[in-house]
């Protein structure tokens, strides 16, 4: 079974705090991805990376940026966390077509 | 932009009843068109998927109904039942593409 797995389920956060959500997963896939759920919109994609230290922006980038130096890690940061930043992180990670999904992590900034 | 539109919203059927979540999309490159199931505390998982020279999937109690000139997909739940209850997605990607878009989330109630 592919296991995507977050550092976090929950987490609570200060305004202007630096935050680092981490995903690891362990079937040796290509792609990760960190998107970001909110109520009626979906999963909205912040980033993704094709391969080691490799990146590309999705939709929603701004005041994230990413990490990957392993293959099995990817990275999110949040520099300085601000209140719209609140919302269900989710990670995910593919070899092809079918993405692997996290748990999630539910981020409370206040 | 919204690249796949889902509706609707939330659903509510009653147990042994059937559940009808729509999507439809604009780019018409995609190539792969699937279904994820969310239960609350868990991230999505893959329910079913289908490509566009099918015009429809069945997979048990699932079945996905594919209009590719319309550029509808559709999923449809037989026999719904009370552990059916989650949030839907749909989405769609294609090849060579890391891009999947997905559609805003159905959340369905079958109440018992």
């Known amino acids: 079974d592919v296991k995507v797995t977050q550092s976090s389920r929950y987490l609570v956060k200060r305004t202007g705090e630096k935050v680092f959500l981490e995903c690891v997963q362990d079937m040796d896939h290509e792609n990760m991805f960190w998107y970001r759920q909110d109520p009626g919109l979906g999963l909205r994609l912040i980033y993704f990376?094709?391969?080691?230290?490799?990146?590309e922006k999705g939709d929603i980038p701004e005041g994230y940026s990413v990490s990957r130096e392993k293959k099995e890690r990817f990275s999110l940061i949040l520099e300085s966390a601000s209140t719209n930043q609140t919302s269900m992180y989710l990670c995910a990670s593919s070899y092809s077509y079918e993405q692997y999904f996290g748990p999630g992590t539910r981020l409370t900034v206040t | 932009q919204q690249q796949v539109k889902q509706s609707p919203q939330s659903l509510i059927v009653q147990k042994g009843g059937i559940s009808i979540i729509n999507c439809a999309y604009e780019n018409t490159a995609f190539d792969y068109f699937p279904w994820y199931q969310q239960f609350p505390g868990k991230g999505p998982a893959l329910l079913i998927a289908i490509r566009p020279d099918v015009s429809e999937k069945k997979e048990g109690r699932f079945t996905i109904s594919f209009n590719k000139s319309a550029k509808q997909f559709s999923l449809h739940i037989m026999d719904s039942q009370p552990g059916d209850s989650a949030t839907y997605f749909c989405?769609?990607?294609?090849?060579?593409?890391?891009?999947?878009?997905f559609g805003a989330g159905t959340r369905l109630t079958v109440k018992p």
């Open positions: 989405a769609a990607s294609r090849r060579g593409n890391n891009d999947m878009r």
């Open positions: 990376s094709y391969d080691v230290k490799m990146k």
